[in-house]
Structures are given as C-alpha cells and as structure tokens.
C-alpha cells in the first residue's frame, strides 16, 4: 500500500477520523440533547463557515509543520517522515514552497520539490474534491443529527453528519460547532470509500486559527490501516499550521 504524504494544500486536506459506521439516531440517553433534530438556522451559519474555509483554499496563507510514522504489525515506527511546507496564496495562483523534507533523518528536499512539481501539472479531478458536509454544494447529500451538548457551554453542541449514500467524496463523522457563532471548532470524519489497499483512514481537525473568513485550521491528526495480501500496514501522522491568513 502506498501513501502519499497529504498535498500542501491542507485547507483541502480537510479530507478524513471517524465514526466508522455512524448508526443513524438511537433510543437512548445522551448528555444535553432531547430532539436529534438541528436547526436551519444553525444549518445557515455552519453553511456561511464551510463557504469561508473553501474559499480559505485559494486566498489562505500559512505554514505547515508536520510529521508521518509508518507502523510495522508490532504497533512499532519502521519509517518517519517530516515536512515543512510555506504555502503563499496570490490573485494569479498559490505558491508551495517546501522548505524541508526528510525521510528517517536523511535530507530529500531537493526530491519532494520535485515531486511537487509533477504533481502540480497533474489536472485536478473535480470529482474528487473535498467538500466539507456543511457546503452549499455537498449538505443536501447528508442528514444531521444532534449528537450531544456541551452541559458546561450550552452553546457548543456536536453535530453528527450522515451520507445519504456512499461516494468517493462523502465523509461520516461529527463536528463540534458553536452554534450561536455558527462555527466548526473540531470536527472528525472518514471516507465512505477508501483507495485501494486501504482499509481505514481517519482524520481529525481543530479550528483554532482566528482569520476574516472565520476559524482556520490548526492541527490536524490523521491514522491510516490498509493491508495487501499478508502485508498491512498502519500509518499516523500530525501537522501543525501557522502564520495563517487571508492573502487578498
């Protein structure tokens, strides 16, 4: 199984940790909430700040650190790769500068630049782009249900997101969101359908940088399982993301 290391692009990594199979809306107790259902309005806001973060995919600026393990069957590091990528958004195109790539110590900067540049020739698939639940274009293929509330900060709810159907880029998890603000804090999810010779890929995500298109990004944390024949393998990673802002 091979995995790339995530593009640059991180705004548009927020494609993945999961609720394997969220079952749909259960008879039984939960902390804070009495009707599943959620409302427009608070549908309204999240749509406004999902809007925000991918438009944060062309006019965002930020710099990101981040580090990968890959795991052998013993649970045990067999591999590490760290990345520091300074990516700069302008009118004309985003510019990816990676400034530091390194495979178990060893220097290969000058190998990951290259690569990116192949990659950035590649079309884009718009089949394949992340689009967060709460989207425009992407919330009418879902239904949302109120997981839990905070009992401390009525005003923090999690809200629970189901595809209608599976697709290569709808995502089942939930999001932590403050819905007088109407704004995702946290959120967690997993493809409904992985690459081949992937079994499992979770994500998740914390909103902490503040910008004029709303919360960005911060850190991101990610696993992955995938297996061929007698092989498996296991990867897991975390990124850090600063000197975020909204370039033009």
Not at 59 to 66: A, C, E, P, T, Y
Request: glycine share 6%; with cysteine; net charge positive.
């Amino acid at each position: 199984m091979v995995l790339r290391w995530p593009r640059a692009s991180v705004w548009a990594l927020c494609s993945w940790c999961a609720l394997a199979s969220a079952p749909a809306w259960a008879q039984r107790d939960v902390p804070g909430v009495t009707d599943p259902a959620v409302s427009e309005t608070l549908l309204g806001r999240l749509e406004l700040h999902a809007e925000g973060l991918h438009q944060m995919e062309k006019r965002g600026s930020f710099l990101l650190s981040g580090k990968m393990d890959e795991l052998d069957g013993n649970g045990s590091v067999s591999g590490t790769k760290e990345l520091v990528v300074k990516v700069t958004a302008r009118p004309t195109a985003r510019v990816t500068e990676i400034l530091k790539y390194l495979e178990d110590g060893v220097d290969k900067t000058e190998e990951a630049r290259a690569k990116q540049k192949r990659r950035e020739a590649e079309p884009d698939d718009p089949k394949k782009r992340f689009m967060l639940p709460f989207s425009r274009l992407a919330k009418d293929r879902y239904r949302f249900e109120l997981a839990e509330r905070n009992l401390k900060n009525p005003s923090r709810v999690r809200v629970r997101f189901i595809p209608l159907e599976r697709a290569e880029n709808t995502y089942t998890g939930s999001a932590w969101v403050d819905q007088e603000r109407g704004e995702i804090l946290t959120m967690i999810l997993s493809p409904t359908k992985t690459p081949m010779f992937v079994d499992k890929i979770e994500l998740s995500v914390v909103f902490e940088n503040q910008t004029s298109l709303g919360r960005a990004p911060s850190e991101i944390s990610f696993e992955a399982r995938g297996s061929l024949l007698f092989f498996k393998k296991r990867y897991r990673g975390s990124a850090t993301l600063t000197e975020t802002e909204i370039s033009f």
